[in-house]
Nanobody
Framework: QVQLVESGGGLVQAGGSLRLSCVAS????????IGWYRQAPGNEREMVAR???????NYADSVKGRFSLSRDNAKNTVYLQMNSLKPEDTAVYYC?????????WGQGTQVTVSS
């Protein structure tokens, strides 16, 4: 069993920055992929950033050049650095960790960007 705890969301003005954190506990030695997803009201959950290895990360076109996923293996933590935030980035952000091909999700953290 894997538990994920996210933090770092909040309210920020357009153009500002936030860094989300996701700490994993439990057995994650069989990690296949990690990533961040988001869901805005009335929309489906969408992929923001997803990494299958330390050198390969995919980003949604809408966040390329502004968001960056990183991980600290020693701390079992994945981060999402979000810069130049826009009102359309407002959503609940979820951490995703795939271990032995089973999906685990965090509880979500709200990010609100005001114009």
């Amino acid at each position: 069993q894997v538990q994920l705890v996210e933090s770092g969301g909040g309210l920020v003005q357009a153009g500002g920055s936030l860094r989300l954190s996701c700490v994993a506990s439990g057995s994650i030695s069989g990690t296949n992929a990690i990533g961040w997803y988001r869901q805005a009201p009335g929309n489906e959950r969408e992929m923001v950033a997803r990494s299958t290895s330390d050198i390969s990360t995919n980003y949604a076109d809408s966040v390329k050049g502004r968001f960056s996923l990183s991980r600290d293996n020693a701390k079992n933590t994945v981060y999402l650095q979000m810069n130049s935030l826009k009102p359309e980035d407002t959503a609940v952000y979820y951490c995703n960790w795939i271990v032995n091909y089973f999906n685990y999700w965090g509880q979500g953290t709200q990010v609100t960007v005001s114009s």
